[in-house]
């Protein structure tokens, strides 16, 4: 359960990042 918590927590935080950067590119242009 552990492992797949922290799975689950890195997924979410890289999704987070990878949304906000679309959304900067996005801004940018």
């Known amino acids: 359960m552990e492992i ?3 799975i689950d927590g ?7 990042a ?3 950067r679309h ?3 996005e801004d940018s242009e």
Request: charged residues 30%.
């Open 4 to 6: 797949t918590a922290t």
């Open 10 to 16: 890195k997924v979410k935080i890289v999704t987070e």
């Open 23 to 25: 959304l900067k590119l």
């Open 18 to 20: 990878s949304v906000r």
